[in-house]
T-cell receptor
């Protein structure tokens, strides 16, 4: 399977714990995006990488959130001191230099 | 910020019927896209539109990019049970440094066999 992959698919954690998600984009895609989706809503943009450079962060991305793409391939999204409001589906998408974004299956986070 | 208004919020139809849904924006977009999302999965791209007025088909799906660049519609003909899911429109402004997508809230489609 050469699509975007995300791990884990599901994560349940207690409030205050740190969590980290991983995204492996389609090979050779330069751009990688993170989105968050809550129930009944469409995905909302969080942050964006071109190769290893993080070029934009949404105001949704509080100081507790950090994303990296150290070698311009896979990316990680870490949430520190999780809150119940962080419960959502976290989606990763990648694209080549053209516009079309392809999404992964997402990581469902539940904060108890 | 930009917001997309997608309608209807939900539809319940009989197998074989045609379906139409649309999306409007307060701002213009250079690209309109339509995605389908199944429960617990990520959105899957259905159709991408790159020019105002463009009409594009993908099997039983047809989508159009409005000439004002502020709207788009998606039609599904002869619906089948596997069309069930949530359909999202998304707008994108290519150029500059960011190609982020702005999504509507989705249309939930239920097809009764």
């Amino acid at each position: 399977d050469t699509g975007v992959s995300q791990n884990p698919r599901h994560k349940i954690t207690k409030r205050g714990q740190n969590v980290t998600f991983r995204c492996d984009p389609i090979s050779e895609h330069n751009r990688l995006y993170w989105y968050r989706q809550t129930l009944g809503q469409g995905p909302e943009f969080l942050t964006y990488f071109q190769n290893e450079a993080q070029l934009e962060k949404s105001r949704l991305l509080s100081d507790r959130f950090s994303a990296e793409r150290p070698k311009g391939s896979f990316s990680t999204l870490e949430i520190q001191r999780t809150e119940q409001g962080d419960s959502a589906m976290y989606l990763c998408a990648s694209s080549p230099l053209s516009d079309t974004q392809y999404f992964g299956p997402g990581t469902r986070l539940t904060v108890l | 910020g930009q917001q997309l208004n997608q309608s209807p919020q939900s539809m319940f139809i009989q197998e074989g019927e045609d379906v139409s849904m649309n999306c409007t924006s307060s701002s213009i977009f250079n690209t309109w896209l339509w995605y389908k999302q199944d429960p617990g999965e990520g959105p899957v791209l259905l159709i991408a539109l790159y020019k105002a007025g463009e009409l594009t088909s993908n099997g039983r799906l047809t989508a159009q990019f409005g000439i004002t660049r502020k709207d788009s519609f998606l039609n599904i003909s002869a619906s089948i049970p596997s069309d069930v899911g949530i359909y999202f429109c998304a707008g994108q402004n290519s150029g500059g440094s960011n190609y982020k997508l702005t999504f509507g809230k989705g249309t939930l489609l239920t097809v009764n066999p």
